[in-house]
């Protein structure tokens, strides 16, 4: 049996010891004593390193932010993209789609940054060139855009 089958099984077995013993009334300090500081302390450290063990084995690096991650699947992927990553990578489109998604006239984020009034978006990198297409994150048109211009969102 490999060590976390056999921390688990230590774990059924105390439990079940346990159970027995609760069954037990007898008034016995000595047996009270016993079910407090040896069970329940072997239970909360066998626990814990059950814990420990299944943790670390678990833990994988994001490939994309370099962050260590606890995934619950004990698969181990051979990429591995963090929760917060898979959230934020949709969210960057190129500004041709975003401008009628906001009610924004065509070329309107074009306009913008050749009028440098989106530099610190530009500068953090929410707002880049990739070829001939502007890209922007939709946090700049939340912030920019909805916060700042009152724009809303009308669709998407
Ligand atoms: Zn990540």
Same mark, same amino acid.
């Given at each position: 049996? #490999?060590?976390?089958?056999?921390?688990?099984k230590?774990?059924a077995?105390?439990?079940?010891? *346990? #159970? $027995?013993?609760?069954?037990?009334? /007898? #008034?016995?300090?000595?047996?009270?004593?016993? *079910?407090?500081?040896?069970?329940?302390?072997?239970?909360?450290?066998?626990?814990? *390193?059950?814990?420990?063990?299944?943790?670390?084995?678990?833990?994988?690096?994001?490939?994309?932010?370099?962050?260590?991650?606890?995934?619950?699947?004990?698969?181990? *992927?051979?990429?591995? /993209?963090?929760?917060v990553?898979?959230?934020?990578? &949709?969210?960057?489109?190129?500004?041709?789609?975003?401008? &009628?998604?906001?009610?924004?006239?065509?070329?309107?984020? $074009?306009?913008?940054?050749?009028?440098?009034?989106?530099?610190?978006? /530009?500068n953090?990198?929410? /707002?880049w060139?990739?070829?001939?297409?502007?890209?922007?994150?939709?946090?700049?048109?939340?912030?920019?855009?909805?916060?700042k211009?009152?724009?809303?969102?009308?669709?998407?």
């Open positions: 049996m #490999d060590i976390i089958g056999d921390l688990k230590k774990i077995d105390l439990e079940e010891l *346990k #159970d $027995k013993l609760d069954q037990i009334e /007898i #008034d016995n300090m000595e047996l009270e004593m016993f *079910k407090k500081f040896t069970i329940d302390r072997l239970l909360a450290d066998y626990s814990q *390193k059950l814990e420990k063990m299944t943790y670390t084995k678990f833990t994988q690096r994001c490939d994309l932010c370099q962050r260590w991650t606890e995934e619950t699947d004990p698969e181990l *992927k051979s990429i591995m /993209i963090c929760q990553c898979i959230v934020n990578l &949709p969210k960057t489109m190129t500004t041709n789609h975003a401008e &009628p998604m906001w009610g924004l006239h065509v070329g309107k984020i $074009k306009q913008d940054i050749d009028n440098d009034l989106l530099e610190e978006y /530009i953090v990198g929410l /707002i060139k990739s070829g001939r297409y502007w890209l922007v994150h939709e946090l700049v048109m939340q912030r920019h855009y909805e916060r211009l009152g724009y809303k969102r009308l669709e998407g």
